[in-house]
């Protein structure tokens, strides 16, 4: 029983996931989204957050425009070095990795 109240939490934190990535206009939106994944989960690495991320992208994927806005985002903030630069590259990786996963299942 506890179990599926995990699972159900875990979808519907990740259906709220989507609709916050699917919701993005700049930088700080995507700041937003990490932050709020680290503080709902317990001591958080980034491997975790991408995990998560990866997670949602699977269960919702992401259309063609909305990957094109984290894209031009990613590359205005690359070598910035500091936080923006983190959670976007984070995010990008994410969805570059959940691309690769995808391709291969439709093989």
Avoid at 14 to 40: E, V
Avoid at 68 to 82: A, C, G, K, P
Avoid at 84 to 97: A, T
């Amino acid at each position: 029983m506890l179990n599926e109240f995990k699972l159900f939490y875990y979808n519907c934190y990740l259906y709220y996931l989507n609709y916050r990535i699917n919701n993005i206009k700049t930088i700080k939106d995507i700041t937003h989204i990490i932050q709020n994944i680290s503080f709902f989960n317990n001591n958080v690495t980034s491997d975790t957050i991408i995990t998560i991320l990866t997670d949602c992208f699977n269960k919702y994927p992401l259309s063609e425009e909305n990957t094109r806005v984290i894209s031009i985002l990613q590359q205005n903030y690359e070598f910035t070095h500091n936080k923006e630069d983190y959670c976007c590259f984070i995010l990008w990786i994410s969805v570059i990795h959940s691309i690769n996963i995808n391709h291969k299942l439709l093989l």
